[in-house]
């Protein structure tokens, strides 16, 4: 039932207190946002669709999100790339002799006796296009193709975003320069849509460059403007107060400047009652319909993953697919045209304060009653101002750019993936990038083959290590589990490597929450807890980089659910890397298992703890405790009954066997370690190629610099289990050689 309707679950953990002031503004300020962004829809989809109808297919498309969708922050409505695909649709019943598709509005035109029937038949075609697409998102849903998602790595799905933020900025030059031109479609369009902006450009409009810096300007300062509310970070809306402002001014003061009104002039209806779609062109459009499908729908996969990533949640693709196919279904009954993730909507309500889908259900509420009690009113705001909003929020997902460097050092297989992803999209289009994307994707993961992992245990009176589902006489040692991977470590596999380790160890992995998050990154700020419930500053510094996150979730013995988490490592920035090492090598203790104290029926006062010690230096490696240190720095707890054995304390991974690991992979390996950290698990990876740990490996952002350090690890099997021996007791070393 949660999996079909995840909005039960949200409602039923929904904190008022802390989450409603945030999901206000944010519904709010995305709602203000959606109705001139609707209203120059027929701008860049060349196709003058009702604004009424446009309002209520977003609307019925939101609620209908919110019941099926599983991405917190997704706000869904049109997007202009996945509209301006009509245009090859339209091409089919273009009206007014095809000037609109090409980008001509001219009013005097559409006083033609024949313009109604092709209007009318035009907006058939488009209703009929969104209900394919609609119809073709349910089964691929429904056949579980969303598992295509599973096999894309990070890089070309940020590759993909950034070409998708790169062809938005486009798209609103026409609004910030104030000119019109005429659109393309297909390969190439892109380069061929800036040249017509180049010759169009001594026609620039002064008023709307000024409005738009000005915009911009106004964003920039608020980035220095910080608000917590009950210890929770809300951006400051300034978004809502740049459009009512300028909508208030322009509608006192004429400005020289281009707005909607001009569009909605030319809209021959306000409303159009809903009808089913004219299914006698369905063999016309159904080749534009699976390109409109594939490229709306991995959007929308695309941008909740890297969404839900930021805020240590999954998306389920499968479910996301049914969602946004039932919108395109019900929209195009409104003879409205395709929905899909709303880019800047979404990041605005991201930014804004939004945790829940219940700020996208404001925002549709908002934008419809705007709509339709005071449409008029935003018909002056100038479409420059926008232009600002839409630009400032989409312009940190062309940040991956500047990362290509480091990942080309880190990993050249996904930096190779990233430039194709990136390239084909610009010169071919989101279409054809899409289907390159996939199938690179699909090719570099062919090369690395799925993961098996063996436990291993010690063949008697040799040093030599086998399965232990080969040899019946395999001796495994106590508290020590030896894993070996026999393949290259991917995004694909590292997943199902971390799965196994937990299953041996018999632990369940628990998401941390997000006040625990919280405070991974603000323990300093603990004590202002009982001070102010909300506290506004403003702080004009650069901004901070992004942090570094050792773990999202902690691991749990399957027989201990209640276990505390109290000793979270502390995230910090990537300026503090020495810092962060030292914090989490103090505040992780290895502690004898409590569960074998609890099957044996005693209890003890104290919990024996014994803390790492410290580094002086980045290079320097927490070692293993020897035996006489153990025992000169704590009083062991006694075990009555051998068979008693403490539980793990130490995981072995033998990677001998593996000759690559890609960036993302690095990235969860450096999850798991630290987690397992956490609960009192040391980890210990030996027989390091030297293909897989180079000297791009050892920066600050890769596995061993962050809790696991390089020199400890170039070792053997049998170095490391002799030295992890030194964390039992010693009066158990008899009873495993």
């Known amino acids: 039932m949660l999996t079909i309707f995840p909005f039960l679950e949200w409602m039923c953990m929904y904190r008022l207190k802390d989450w409603l002031l945030g999901d206000l503004l944010a519904g709010i300020s995305v709602g203000l ?39 917190h922050q997704m706000s869904i409505g049109s997007f202009f790339l996945v509209s301006a695909l009509l245009i090859n649709v339209l091409k089919i019943s273009p009206f007014n002799n095809g000037h609109l598709v090409m980008g001509s509005f001219l009013k005097d035109e559409f006083s033609a006796p024949s313009y109604l029937m092709g209007y009318n038949k035009s907006l058939s075609v488009v209703a009929t296009t969104t209900f394919l697409t609609g119809i073709i998102q349910l089964i691929m849903g429904v056949l579980g193709l969303g598992f295509i998602a599973t096999y894309l790595p990070e890089s070309a799905m940020s590759a993909y975003l ?39 450009l001594p026609k620039a409009n002064s008023t709307s460059i000024l409005l738009f810096l000005t915009v911009v300007v106004a964003l920039r300062i608020n980035k220095c403007i910080r608000i917590s509310f009950n210890q929770y970070p809300i951006e400051f809306p300034m978004e809502l107060f740049l459009i009512i402002g300028f909508t208030v001014i322009a509608n006192k003061i004429t400005m020289a400047t281009e707005t909607s009104q001009t569009l909605i002039d030319m809209i021959p209806y306000s409303f159009l009652f809903p009808v089913t779609p004219d299914f006698s062109v369905l063999p016309k459009i159904i080749l534009q319909a699976i390109s409109l499908s594939l490229v709306s729908s991995f959007l929308l996969i695309f941008l909740g993953k890297k969404i839900a990533s ?3 949640y999954s998306v389920n693709s499968n479910q996301d697919l049914i969602a946004i196919g039932l919108c395109n279904v019900v929209s195009s009954f409104f003879r409205s045209c395709v929905f899909t993730g709303a880019v800047a909507r979404t990041i605005i309500q991201d930014k804004s304060g939004g945790r829940q889908q219940f700020a996208s259900l404001v925002g549709a509420g908002v934008m419809l009653l705007l709509m339709v009690k005071m449409g008029h009113f935003f018909y002056a705001l100038p479409n420059a101002v926008l232009a600002g909003i839409i630009l400032s ?55 690395h083959h799925t993961a098996k992992i063996l436990l291993l245990g010690q063949i008697p009176n040799t040093n030599i290590y086998r399965s232990v589902n080969d040899y019946r006489e395999i001796i495994t040692i106590p508290g020590v589990k030896i894993f070996q991977c026999c393949s290259s470590i991917t995004f694909v596999n590292v997943y199902y490597l971390k799965h196994k380790l937990l299953k041996e160890v018999g632990m369940v ?25 909300c506290r506004c500053f403003c702080n004009c510094d650069d901004l901070e980089p992004l942090p570094r996150i050792l773990y999202t979730e902690r691991f749990e013995n399957k027989l201990d659910p209640d276990a505390s988490s109290v000793n979270l490592i502390h995230c910090s920035h990537f300026e503090s890397v020495n810092t962060s090492q030292t914090a989490s090598e103090d505040q992780v203790p290895y502690t004898v298992s409590s569960m074998s104290q609890k099957n044996q029926g005693q209890q003890y006062e104290e919990v024996e703890k014994v803390w790492l010690p410290n580094n002086s230096s980045r290079n320097s490696s927490p070692g293993l405790p020897d035996v006489a240190e153990s025992q000169g720095r704590r009083s062991l707890i006694p075990y009555s009954d051998g068979s008693l054995l403490p539980s793990v304390h130490t995981i072995i991974l033998d990677f001998s066997m593996v000759h690559y690991v890609d960036s993302q992979g690095l990235v969860v390996l450096r999850q798991i370690c630290n987690a397992f950290r956490n609960a009192n698990i040391l980890i210990l990876i030996a027989g390091t190629s030297f293909l897989t740990v180079t000297p791009t490996t050892c920066r600050p952002s890769s596995l061993f610099c962050t809790g696991i350090t390089l020199p400890d690890h170039i070792t ?7 030295n992890s021996l030194s964390r039992l007791p010693s009066f158990h070393l008899q009873h495993i050689f």
């Open 509 to 533: 992995r628990v998401p941390l929450k997000e006040e625990e998050i919280f405070s991974l990154f603000n323990s300093s700020d603990t004590s202002l807890q009982g001070e102010k419930i």
């Open 393 to 447: 929020n989409v312009v940190p997902y062309l940040e991956t750019i500047s990362n290509l460097p480091s990942l080309w050092r880190q990993d050249q297989y996904d930096c190779a993936l990233w430039m194709m992803t990136f390239s084909s999209s610009i010169f071919l289009g989101l279409d054809i990038g899409l289907i390159i994307s996939v199938v690179s994707a699909f090719f570099i993961t062919s090369v």
């Open 310 to 312: 930021l805020h240590n």
């Open 33 to 71: 946002v959606q109705v001139p962004q609707g209203l120059t829809l027929s701008l860049l989809a060349r196709q003058l669709i009702p604004p009424l109808n446009i309002a209520y297919a977003a609307f019925c498309s939101s609620v209908i999100y919110v019941i099926f969708g599983s991405c």
């Open 162 to 200: 950034a070409a998708v933020a790169l062809h938005i900025m486009l798209s609103q030059l026409t609004c910030i320069f104030g000119i019109m031109i005429s659109f393309h479609a297909g390969p190439i369009s892109f380069f061929y849509d800036i040249i017509n902006y180049c010759v169009a």
């Open 716 to 722: 053997k099997c049998q170095q490391l289990s002799l």
